[in-house]
């Protein structure tokens, strides 16, 4: 069974929840288990009635008992009101209206049928102990049923079932040893009825009670009888449900689904994963069901499933008001981890080949790749080749050293020489320090907040980078790639940038100096997914900077243009040999084609053998951390790493909180929360590390290890310092909505809307 199923199967309105599964067939289960029985055995007391008083009937006159849709429940009613003396009629007239005051409580005319019932139950010996104890079993008057059975039982009257139904209201009374009691003796009776048309059903009945699950399926499978196949069916999909056969369970209950049934049905389409057709069946339910604050708090699971959090929100406000905190205890959820953050196998199933190629990896990988710029004053013009203030990767280590030989260089050329230097080195929460800390001194500088966005944007922070790169377009409406990328993170952060890309694409248009093809506006194109456009700057030449080339490549994959695709990524890797992101996307060009296994092969291969520079792995760029952890947990080398982190964790002197934190990521994906959680823990408070990634996957590691306070703590701190990350909203409203504070949950999913959002961390089960 999937962790993300949302409840127990539960079939009618009168039942509860489903059998638990029997570890071993023909083993009976403990007395104390069987006090779960009783709400089961309560639940299915009005199906027996049906079962019972069809057998009297086909006893009697053999003929087939009408279905409801064959009488008008109303005139039945009428009918029977006008009788009021029950002596005159004869036991086949009683046996009759008993026949019809079963239609008219299957027909939902319940209060009418319940008068009906107590009026037969008061006649004397012109009817049998056996039906009597049926009435007062309706009028839920168990104990007078029980002693009616009693007497039936005595009397040699409709023996195995009358046992059966005293079993049910030993159970309803809560009488245990009387429920087994009468259980056994129903067996013992058992052989009577070889002959009987619904034999199988009272095997499977018996045999349910007895918890011989396998048992009681098989004899519902392979009917004797027409008759009451739709009982059957569900009580075999109810068994089938029990022991986590879904897909069957909804087979057998869906051949002839009542309306009833819908909210069964939904629950069970919600624990196969499919929310669509679950939604489908509960809206179907919701109004013609007994249970409305069950259907609506489970449809409220399923919209929160579908990432439809607002309609969620909105249903659990509604309900809250109206059952207050009952309302919290029908499906009390657990938040959880998504099984795929550690699941090599679910990693595996799951593994998209072309790894990086959302919206967040692609902007992500440009980036990654893309120049830091050094800001040019006049005194070193003649000192920067290029004579503009662009300067790209590759061409960094040249330009540095023109600029360092100049004798009027300014305080702010040293500080970003500085910060980009770190960058390059891959130490990127160094680089951010120091152009952080320039941007207090020279605020309006257009190329400091653009390096400072640049590294929030390598360190996940998509808010603050958007913010800087939007002042940075703004303090400079030249600088177009600024503009760009502050498109992209606005984007991430469902921030509405129509008008920055409005005034983005007219600031380029009115540039004489650009070409009508140049790599500004083909980036805003990416975000529009002009591929015809993206075609033509793929065909563009260029030079071949790590930004144009990974741009290229992205067009290409999106474009399917293979041969494109191989091209480019192969140049990458030979400007930038020892890169890692560099050779993950060449080794997966190679080898995409390969089945998942093949692959993962094909990484423990290569990766062992490659001479690659690690320090973008340790202290670098957030992307690099993710795509080299996941490619190591689906080559299965995870722990291989691991072991070699805590080693250089021991050693390291340059950067500690860097390389902490990279070991205490990595450790939640071997399953090591409580390490993880303390690491985390010891980079916030002893170390100052207070950004909202490390607070983030320090609640991550929390939820993991099962600390539960400091999960929320710290999803508050990480929601005010990123308030954009619907990841820490969506996970602050699951575990408020676990702890029962549906005020709080709802105010989080309301925050996210209906987004369509998919959590990649976070889900919830159902404990109840």
Not at 299 to 318: I, R, T, Y
Not at 511 to 518: A, H, R, V, Y
Request: aromatic content about 12%.
């Amino acid at each position: 069974m999937a962790e993300e199923e949302i409840i127990i199967l539960e079939a009618s309105e009168d039942e509860s929840s489903a059998p638990k599964k029997e570890e071993k067939t023909n083993q009976k289960q403990p007395l104390d288990k069987k006090k779960k029985l009783i709400i089961i055995g309560g639940s299915l007391f009005a199906l027996f009635f049906v079962i019972i008083i069809t057998i009297l009937i086909l006893s009697k006159s053999g003929s087939q008992e009408p279905t409801v849709t064959d009488v008008n429940t109303t005139i039945i009613a009428d009918k029977l009101n006008k009788r009021n003396d029950f002596g005159q009629f004869s036991p086949s007239h009683l046996e009759n209206m008993i026949k019809k005051a079963n239609l008219l409580y299957e027909g939902g005319n319940k209060e009418e049928a319940l008068k009906v019932y107590k009026k037969i139950s008061t006649f004397n010996e012109a009817i049998s102990y056996y039906n009597i104890g049926v009435a007062k079993m309706k009028e839920k008057d168990f104990q007078e049923a029980l002693n009616s059975f009693k007497k039936a039982i005595n009397n040699g009257e409709q023996r195995c079932v009358s046992a059966i139904n005293a079993g049910v209201c030993a159970l309803q009374l809560g009488q245990n040893k009387l429920f087994k009691y009468y259980v056994d003796l129903a067996f013992t009776y058992l052989p009577q009825e070889s002959n009987a048309p619904l034999y199988s059903y009272y095997i499977g009945l018996i045999d349910y009670y007895k918890n011989y699950y396998y048992e009681s399926l098989i004899a519902l499978t392979n009917q004797s009888s027409k008759y009451y196949n739709y009982e059957q069916n569900y009580i075999a999909s109810k068994i089938l449900a029990s022991i986590n056969l879904d897909n069957k369970a909804v087979n057998v209950l869906e051949k002839k689904a009542k309306t009833n049934d819908s909210l069964t049905l939904g629950l069970l389409y919600a624990r196969l994963g499919e929310f669509k057709v679950a939604q489908k069946y509960l809206l179907k339910a919701n109004g013609h069901t007994e249970k409305p604050l069950q259907v609506k708090v489970a449809l409220a699971l399923v919209d929160n499933k579908l990432g439809q959090l607002e309609d969620s929100a909105k249903l659990m406000s509604g309900l809250y008001k109206q059952y207050d905190e009952n309302a919290t205890k029908i499906y009390p959820i657990k938040t959880v981890l998504q099984k795929s953050l550690f699941d090599v196998n679910i990693a595996q199933d799951e593994f998209d080949k072309t790894l990086f190629f959302d919206n967040r990896r692609t902007y992500s990988l440009l980036f990654y790749f893309a120049p830091f710029k050094v800001f040019n004053a006049k005194q070193t013009i003649d000192y920067i080749r290029k004579g503009s203030m662009n300067i790209f990767i590759d061409e960094i280590g040249p330009a540095l050293s023109y600029l360092k030989r100049s004798s009027t260089l300014s305080k702010v050329n040293i500080s970003i020489s500085n910060g980009i230097k770190k960058a390059l080195n891959h130490h990127t929460e160094q680089a951010n320090k120091i152009f952080l800390k320039m941007i207090n001194k020279y605020p309006k500088h257009s190329i400091l907040h653009y390096n400072l966005a640049l590294t929030y944007a390598q360190m996940s922070d998509f808010t603050k980078a958007y913010k800087n790169f939007s002042k940075s377009y703004h303090l400079n409406n030249n600088n177009y790639l600024a503009g760009a990328f502050a498109i992209m993170t606005g984007e991430l952060i469902k921030k509405d940038i129509k008008k920055l890309k409005e005034d983005v694409k007219h600031s380029m248009t009115n540039d004489n100096q650009l070409k009508e093809t140049n790599l500004f506006m083909s980036l805003v194109q990416l975000t529009e997914n002009n591929q015809l456009a993206l075609t033509r700057w793929l065909e563009s030449d260029k030079d071949k900077t790590p930004l144009n080339l990974i741009f290229d490549t992205i067009i290409a994959q999106k474009t399917f243009n293979e041969k494109a695709y191989r091209q480019k990524s192969t140049i990458l890797k030979s400007i930038l040999p020892k890169d890692i992101m560099a050779n993950i996307i060449n080794f997966n060009v190679k080898h995409k084609k390969n089945d998942i296994k093949k692959y993962a092969k094909a990484i423990q291969i290569n990766f062992k053998k490659l001479d690659l520079d690690y320090d973008s792995f340790y202290y670098g760029p957030r992307l690099a951390q993710e795509s080299y952890i996941k490619l190591l947990q689906i080559g299965g080398l995870l722990y291989h790493e691991r072991n070699k982190l805590i080693k250089k964790v021991e050693l390291e002197r340059k950067d500690p909180a860097a390389i902490i934190q990279t070991l205490a990521y990595l450790s939640i994906y071997t399953h090591n929360f409580e390490e993880s959680y303390v690491l985390y823990n010891k980079l916030i408070d002893d170390l100052n590390k207070n950004d909202s990634t490390t607070i983030f996957y320090a609640a991550v590691a929390s939820i993991g290890a099962n600390h539960t306070e400091n999960a929320v703590a710290l999803l508050e701190l990480a929601k005010l310092t990123d308030p954009k990350n619907y990841e820490s909203r969506y996970a602050l409203g699951l575990l408020y909505q676990e702890i029962g504070n549906w005020e709080g949950a709802t105010i989080q999913y309301i925050k996210i809307g209906n987004s369509d959002f998919k959590s990649k961390y976070f889900s919830f089960k159902v404990t109840k």
